[in-house]
Nanobody, 123 residues
Framework: QVQLAESGGGSVQAGDSLTLSCAAS????????IAWFRQNAGQEREFVAA????????FYGEPVKGRFTLSRDNGKNTASLQMSSLRPEDTATYYC????????????????WGQGTQVTVSS
């Protein structure tokens, strides 16, 4: 089974850019669809973006569409979420998740999760 670890979070100003990385160890990374979700305390986990196992299909949640770009490098076992034009409402803990084969927008579809990385955007 794959293990996922996020990195790249931090504190930025509104309008700045930030790139989050999801690194996989164990398992065959190229077998897994990868998604990013985000969550604030007391709130439900929100879908951000997903990429299919082969990188050919990506889709995004409405709040981030046009500002975030998700890509993957199966040769390096990594997926990157490039975030631009950040807004205070993007503040959250961001989680990388993996699902064997399938790609979707629902958290329940993803079996493997990282520990999360905090992104804070100040106005």
């Amino acid at each position: 089974q794959v293990q996922l670890a996020e990195s790249g979070g931090g504190s930025v100003q509104a309008g700045d850019s930030l790139t989050l990385s999801c690194a996989a160890s164990q398992g065959h990374f190229s077998d897994y669809a990868i998604a990013w979700f985000r969550q604030n305390a007391g709130q439900e986990r929100e879908f951000v973006a997903a990429v299919s196992y082969n990188g050919r299909t990506t889709f995004y949640g409405e709040p981030v569409k046009g500002r975030f770009t998700l890509s993957r490098d199966n040769g390096k076992n990594t997926a990157s979420l490039q975030m631009s034009s950040l807004r205070p409402e993007d503040t959250a803990t961001y989680y990388c998740a993996g699902a064997l084969g399938q790609t979707g927008r629902d958290a329940y579809q993803y079996t493997y999760w990282g520990q999360g990385t905090q992104v804070t955007v100040s106005s």
